[in-house]
């Protein structure tokens, strides 16, 4: 069974594309609607969503900073957007994020149905069974074999600084950039699967993954790297790296996430991800391929989580080595800061991740992650607590309305506050005040 998100700042709308999936036969749990970005991402941390169906121009939020934001908390939420615009700059940026379909208002009602079945059917692909990590994989895995000659002179590449390489050798390997990062993925295959043929196999199997995620709406080269890893080099042209619609960073932390995501599905095969920062030019490429090599080792400290960036640890400010203590005292300080931030400002309409990320100058994933290692709280559960014990105690302390309470408390409507209020306490704001 599937949950399925509405989200449309029109409620006639919402309530249309309810009714039409209630009566459409398919297999849906939970049906919830939502009339912003901000409302939206409150069931998207509170509910197992797996497809949400958004409206491109919201208010405060687009459908397309939604799309983003979605894939910081859950890479592998599907979505479809709607709109009212055929605008071709909105339907890129659409696709570019994962979308998996683009409809203009005003659409048929098969049409759409068409769309979200589509959708579920993907989604509904089973993983493998218990007998082997390739059992039941045999269609999915058609790519042809890459060239060992090409992979090996990349590799070199990234291990040695190229200098004075011609242009054209660049574009004979797939490099024109200008903008470059890295990711490398270390697979952690059993110990029973460490031989060279498995291992080969293995790598075959997540190399088809990075091609299926990433060949529509990214620039790449991949290939084969030693020790169990498939690097992945990602490029932008100036065109594209110049459009202010999306965070590159975050799609980067989006990429690697869905990455480790679907080989654990797929694959069911541990694996760990390192993500460079982006540099400009391919002088820089050796560089990015020590970062993103560097930011894996960060497993060694952190076991429990799967994808770094190199950009979030000031390693600038240690040695080459940090000891434990050092790890510990910058996480911590990280953790603090977030937290005082978040009190002076949870009630700010609008606060996101990605803004209390920015603060610290770590990338959103990492913050997520050591918020609820250190404090055993997901950082927006934090957020929603001090909002709902704002919102008791000016409920049972003040003549203040419903309304009045929840603009207080960050959100835009007193429907949506209610609706937080009661799923936290298990009563309604009406039924506490009497």
């Known amino acids: 069974m599937y949950n399925i998100l509405i989200v449309d700042d ?7 594309l309810s009714g039409l999936l209630q009566s459409s036969g398919l297999d849906i749990g939970g049906l919830f609607t939502a009339h912003s970005g901000q409302e939206a991402l409150d069931y998207l941390r509170m509910e197992e969503i797996d497809l949400i169906v958004t409206d491109i121009q919201m208010g405060a939020m687009s459908g397309i900073e939604l799309m983003h934001q979605a894939k910081i908390v859950k890479p592998w939420v599907q979505t ?35 769309s979200v079945r589509n959708v579920l059917l993907h989604m509904n692909k089973p993983a493998p069974n218990d007998s082997g990590y390739l059992s039941g994989q045999s269609e999915r895995f058609q790519m042809e074999e890459p060239d060992p000659r090409r992979a090996e002179a990349l590799n ?19 490099l024109e950039g200008p903008y470059f990062a890295v990711l490398k993925i270390k697979l952690n295959p059993a110990p029973e699967l460490t031989g060279n043929r498995d291992v080969r196999l293995l790598q075959y199997a997540a190399l088809n993954i990075v091609s299926e995620l990433l060949d529509r709406d990214f620039r790449h080269v991949s290939f084969y790297s030693p020790d169990a890893e498939i690097t992945v080099i990602l490029q932008w042209s100036e065109a594209d790296f110049g459009d202010s619609g999306s965070d590159k960073i975050n799609q980067l932390e989006m990429i690697g996430r869905s990455l480790h995501h679907n080989i654990a599905r797929y694959l069911r095969l541990d694996s760990v991800v390192g993500i460079s920062q982006i540099l400009k030019g391919t002088e820089f490429l050796h560089t990015l391929g020590k970062q993103a090599g560097r930011a894996i080792q960060w497993n060694r400290e952190h076991q429990d989580h799967h994808v770094f960036f190199y950009g979030d640890f000031k390693w600038n400010l240690y040695g080459e080595e940090p000891t434990e203590a ?6 911590n300080e990280i953790v603090e800061k977030a937290k005082a931030y978040i009190l002076e400002n949870y009630a700010q309409k609008g606060l996101t991740l990605n ?13 997520s992650y050591l918020f609820k290692k250190y404090t055993g709280s997901g950082l927006w559960e934090y957020v929603i607590k001090l909002r709902m014990e704002e919102g008791r105690r000016l409920l049972l302390q003040t003549d203040l309305r419903r309304y009045e309470i929840a603009e207080k408390v960050g959100y835009e409507s007193p429907e949506h506050f209610s609706k937080i209020f009661k799923k936290f306490f298990g009563i309604s704001p009406t039924d506490l005040k009497k």
Request: proline residues 4%.
């Open 10 to 16: 029109e409620p006639l709308i919402c309530k249309g």
């Open 80 to 114: 479809i957007v709607i709109s009212a615009h055929e605008t071709f700059q909105y339907a890129q940026l659409a696709l570019r994020l994962g979308a998996k379909d683009y409809l203009i208002k005003p659409f048929k009602n098969e049409q759409f149905l068409d």
């Open 156 to 174: 070199r590449m990234l291990e040695s600084a190229e200098e004075g390489l011609a242009e054209e050798a660049w574009s004979e390997m797939g």
């Open 326 to 331: 050092e790890w510990a005292e910058r996480n």
């Open 355 to 367: 803004e209390v990320a920015q603060r610290n100058h770590v990338s959103p994933n990492y913050l």
